[in-house]
């Protein structure tokens, strides 16, 4: 008789330099805003599970800062630490670049790819943004010049165009097992931390190039009281000046950003917030590597 099919369970990797789109595609397959994009590189610091549970199996997608040059500051080496320790131990590995455009840091990214023994699917994302589809015929062919990929796929994280294609291939390369989370689970973060990834996405929106990388949320309390999560959140920045431009004449800047905030978080959270907000300075905090581990940056194994 037909024997039934198991359950699958397995990791993939997400890489790609930074802006090729791995967090909204991300987001695109989980189904829901697990982690927070923009058009500033190096949005995403932090080594996010998102996790989607289906029919066939469960597959945890780590999504990775982006690859990037060998940076002087502490938060740049973090930031290649946890790229290329999510590149160990995974089933498989999406690549990501965009439709057409091809760096040099896609090209260090290749390089790198020799480190895994996992097969590499290859994302070609945006292409929304190609209304000739026949542009892509040469830049495919060039790609296959490149090196030896399991998979080709274009898609648009954007519209979920061919996603479900990307899904499918993923699948076949995870191994048999049972669910490491609970099929309801899409995430291992915290809420708290869902909070303080929320807040920094509408700070960077808003004052965009005027904060530099200068900028991180710390949430300080969480907690719920009638139904209403009272949320505590501490925006570092590293000088006064910057402080100036968070808060902004007479708090208007600051005002818009903790309300935008807070519709998103009453949104993901399913509750009324009440959100505090508080500016402090840290001078050159990501200099300092103790300071940047109490704010929740170790990523030394425990
Ligand atoms: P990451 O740095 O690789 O995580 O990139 P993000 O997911 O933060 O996306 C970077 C920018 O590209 C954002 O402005 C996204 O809205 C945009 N983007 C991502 N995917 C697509 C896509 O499929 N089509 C288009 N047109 N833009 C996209
Ligand atoms: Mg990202």
């Known amino acids: 008789m037909d024997e039934k099919k198991k359950f699958r ?10 802006n090729v789109g791995k967090s909204t595609l991300l987001n695109r397959i989980v189904g829901q805003k697990l982690t927070i994009t923009s058009s500033r590189p190096q949005t995403t610091r932090h080594k996010i599970l998102g996790i989607k549970t289906s029919p066939q199996g469960q597959v945890i ?40 455009r091809w760096t040099d840091e896609d090209q260090d990214i290749l390089a790198a790819l ?20 026949t542009a892509l015929l040469p830049f495919l062919d060039e790609l296959a010049h490149k090196g030896e990929f399991t998979e080709v796929i274009p898609l648009s994280a954007r519209s979920g165009d061919n996603v479900e294609r990307l899904e499918a291939a993923v699948m076949s390369y995870i191994q048999e097992g049972e669910a490491f989370f609970p099929e309801d689970q899409v995430t291992d973060r915290s809420e708290r931390f869902l909070a303080a ?93 103790r300071l940047l581990r109490q704010l929740g940056y170790d990523d030394r194994e425990t």
């Open 114 to 133: 020799a480190m895994t023994e996992a097969p590499v699917i290859v994302v070609i994302n945006k292409v929304d943004k190609v209304s000739d589809k």
């Open 61 to 100: 997608y780590v999504d990775t800062p982006g690859l990037h040059r060998a940076g002087k500051s502490a938060i740049n080496r973090y930031m290649n630490r946890t790229a290329k320790s999510a590149l160990a131990d995974v089933d498989v590995v999406l690549w990501v670049i965009e439709a057409l």
């Open 197 to 289: 990834e929320l807040l920094r996405e509408k700070l960077m929106r808003r004052l965009g190039e005027e904060l530099p990388y200068a900028v991180t949320v710390q949430v300080e309390e969480f907690s719920e009281q009638n139904e209403v999560l009272h949320i505590h959140a501490v925006i570092w920045v590293e000088k006064e000046s910057q402080k100036a431009i968070v808060i902004g004449k007479g708090g208007e800047a600051l005002k818009e950003i903790g309300r935008r905030a807070r519709i998103d978080m009453e949104q993901a959270f399913g509750a009324k917030v009440f959100l505090k907000t508080w500016v402090r300075v840290k001078e050159s905090w990501s200099e300092d590597e």
């Open 9 to 18: 369970c397995g990791f993939a990797a997400i890489i790609g330099r930074p």
